[in-house]
């Protein structure tokens, strides 16, 4: 990879994970001097490897997932006699920046949200190890010659999206002054250019002002028809909606032509288009570029009365020459405090998140549905727990199968399939594979 592409800031992207394979049990028999028939002793297969994703302090971008999008933990290997069970499967660490949301791509639904520093999530449980023989042995089964598949992992497809976190986020049509902004009250080193087409990446950096400091980022690309798509809106409208304060810079001089209460209606249109919530942040507007026309002129006092009538305080400013800079600061800073101090000004999360104790919690879950499929003459049984079970059955052994059936049978699902009209010689389909009925099973 070029030190250009290392560089790039990639927020979207991706990929797909799998948690690793339990292992099989072993079907073993205990071999000892003077000892004729010894009895099971086959250990459980080991779990397979969990999938987490953990933040890491030193990642800003998702580059590293441009070229690599698949990602698989270790399985779980097989157990062996004398009751030794197989060695779990290591476990998968996906390393992301801070502001990393996963989402499911099935659901649309968010998996985790890794917005504090060192958070780790576990997305993906491994496979259960198989059961070895000495788990099936009764009774009246003392030498059962049959043990347990480990459970497959699972499997999921993601969209990996960051979203900067910042504390302030600027606002404004390109070429207002916002780049300039930045750069004079931060380290940032933003690109500054005459464009109205925007495709430049946000840029971040630390305003320290009284004693604090705060993270504040240039939210590049927004423009008319920002939420709708159009330039990279969505790119970059996503970036605001973790910022907690909104300084809206504007050009006030009309230097190029352009009516400032116009961008102003404009930009809080897109904002209010793409998520009402957003508008209800602080607003702060920086009325830019002062230093190009008198505090007194017509059309900034007509700018000055309207937006503050709409209840937002106007600071004029002149970034290049630091004019009113450090009081919009100050002003940005008091909002953070505000916001810090009174829980009630906090945004309440209202992210739809993916919930993973769905299925502990499901009441149908132990549940077996019997039908019959006309077209193809067959039987069909369809469950939560018994797919899992019957993933697990190893059907080269006709001990492993009874098993299966056995459960089947207790369930009362072979009676309902009696009632259906099952005969001897039928078939019973579970997931794809078939099974021919025979009442001495």
Not at 32 to 61: I, L, R, S
Not at 201 to 215: A, Q
Not at 216 to 221: K, R
Not at 336 to 342: A, P, S
Request: net charge negative.
């Amino acid at each position: 990879m070029s030190q250009k592409e290392k560089n790039m800031f990639t927020d979207y992207t991706k990929i797909i994970i799998k948690s690793g394979d339990g292992g099989n049990g072993a079907a073993t028999f205990r071999r000892e001097k003077y000892v004729a028939a010894g009895g099971p002793d086959g250990g459980d297969g080991g779990n397979g490897g969990n999938v987490y994703f953990q933040v890491d302090k030193d990642k800003n971008t998702l580059i590293d997932f441009r070229y690599n999008r698949k990602f698989k933990a270790k399985n779980g290997e097989n157990g062996s006699g004398s009751h030794c069970n197989g060695k779990y499967g290591e476990d998968l660490y996906i390393k992301v920046p801070i502001g990393t949301v996963v989402k499911d791509v099935e659901t649309g639904k968010v998996v985790a949200d890794l917005s504090k520093p060192g958070q780790t999530e576990l997305i993906l449980k491994g496979g259960r190890g198989g059961r070895g023989n000495s788990h099936f042995a009764t009774a009246t089964r003392q030498a059962p010659r049959f043990s347990e598949d480990g459970e497959k992992g699972e499997e999921k497809e993601l969209i990996l999206e960051l979203k900067l976190l910042a504390d302030v986020g600027l606002l404004g049509f390109p070429n207002v002054g916002k780049s300039t902004f930045l750069s004079r009250t931060t380290s940032a080193t933003p690109k500054i250019a005459n464009y109205h087409f925007t495709t430049i990446d946000p840029n971040l950096g630390v305003v320290k002002i009284y004693d604090s400091s705060f993270v504040m980022a240039d939210i590049a690309g927004i423009i008319e028809g920002a939420s709708e798509g159009l330039g990279m809106g969505f790119k970059f409208l996503k970036h605001i909606e973790r910022t907690k304060v909104l300084i809206h810079v504007v050009d006030v001089s009309g230097s190029e032509g352009r009516n400032p209460i116009d961008d102003f209606n404009k930009i809080n249109k897109e904002l209010e288009a793409y998520s009402p919530r957003i508008l209800k942040k602080p607003q702060l507007v920086a009325a830019n570029k002062i230093d190009m026309i008198d505090e007194d002129d017509p059309q900034y006092l007509e700018f000055k009365k309207y937006v503050e009538d709409l209840g937002y305080k106007v600071f004029p400013m002149s970034a290049p020459l630091n004019l009113g800079v450090e009081e919009i600061l100050g002003a940005a800073l008091n909002e953070l405090n505000r916001i810090e101090q009174d829980p009630s000004l906090q945004e309440e999360n209202t992210t739809d998140f993916f919930d993973f104790e769905a299925e502990d919690n499901d009441p149908t879950y132990r549940d077996i549905i019997c039908g019959y499929d006309e077209e193809e003459d067959v039987y069909t049984l369809s469950g939560k727990q018994l797919s899992k079970i019957f993933k697990s059955t190893n059907f080269n052994d006709m001990g492993s199968l009874r098993y299966l059936y056995k459960y089947i049978e207790k369930k009362g699902a072979i009676e309902q399939l009696k009632e259906l009209g099952l005969e001897e010689g039928d078939i019973i389909r579970i997931e794809d594979y078939d099974l021919e009925y025979w009442d001495e099973f």
